[in-house]
T-cell receptor, first 114, second 117 residues
Framework: SQQGEEDPQALSIQEGENATMNCSYKTSINNLQWYRQNSGRGLVHLILIRSNEREKHSGRLRVTLDTSKKSSSLLITASRAADTASYFCATPSSGNQAGTALIFGKGTTLSVSS | DAGITQSPRHKVTETGTPVTLRCHQTENHRYMYWYRQDPGHGLRLIHYSYGVKDTDKGEVSDGYSVSRSKTEDFLLTLESATSSQTSVYFC????????????????FGEGSWLTVV
């Protein structure tokens, strides 16, 4: 199965700054998703970008996808302390039942201090 | 919040004992998943189900079995628990498969913390 790899593993910024996280994956995909996980909680879906899209926005989130480089980035603008969480990219698995499941990367831990 | 309930939420068990984790959903979603989350490994897929009685293995399925006799319930069994299975287990659900054109938003439960001593 393929797996996205996030970079950096950890990121510490001040409130008001922008946070950028990157994800690289291995094989062709038709969509890529980003999820967020607060400490001790389950993951929550943030945004999905299809392979024919290059950029997508949702509130303070901006996601880009470069299929030629097999990479994606998540930008959080004007970060707040409440954005402190781990962020994961996820791609459809390959090699099993019609790519049924999502495979997650190891995540980027974002810490936003006030 | 998606209607997903995991039970138990916390459990301590001894090595060699069988353990069953239950996931119950009220969304009538076709697909259900079990993931484990460990430091340094992120989330890894254990097993998933694409319908009642239809299941398949994920990347870390050794030592685990699953069953889905009803749409709403997906059980994960550790046949003989080992210390390496100490982890946080997440159940998740989705309406569609990952490779559909619209993708599949996955909804996660709150997790089950399992400690094997």
């Amino acid at each position: 199965s393929q797996q996205g790899e996030e970079d950096p593993q950890a990121l510490s910024i001040q409130e008001g700054e922008n946070a950028t996280m990157n994800c690289s994956y291995k094989t062709s995909i038709n969509n890529l998703q980003w999820y967020r996980q607060n400490s001790g909680r389950g993951l929550v879906h943030l945004i999905l970008i299809r392979s024919n899209e290059r950029e997508k926005h949702s509130g303070r989130l901006r996601v880009t996808l470069d299929t030629s480089k097999k990479s994606s980035s998540l930008l959080i603008t004007a970060s707040r302390a409440a954005d402190t969480a781990s962020y994961f990219c996820a791609t459809p698995s390959s090699g099993n039942q019609a790519g049924t499941a999502l495979i997650f990367g190891k995540g980027t831990t974002l810490s936003v201090s006030s | 919040d998606a209607g997903i309930t995991q039970s138990p939420r916390h459990k301590v068990t001894e090595t060699g004992t069988p353990v069953t984790l239950r996931c119950h959903q009220t969304e009538n979603h076709r697909y259900m998943y079990w993931y484990r989350q460990d430091p340094g490994h992120g989330l890894r897929l254990i097993h998933y189900s694409y319908g009642v009685k239809d299941t398949d293995k994920g990347e870390v399925s050794d030592g685990y079995s699953v069953s889905r006799s009803k749409t709403e319930d997906f059980l994960l069994t550790l046949e003989s628990a080992t210390s390496s299975q100490t982890s946080v287990y997440f159940c998740a659900i989705s309406e569609s498969a990952a490779t559909t054109s619209s993708g599949n938003t996955i909804y996660f439960g709150e997790g089950s913390w399992l400690t094997v001593v």
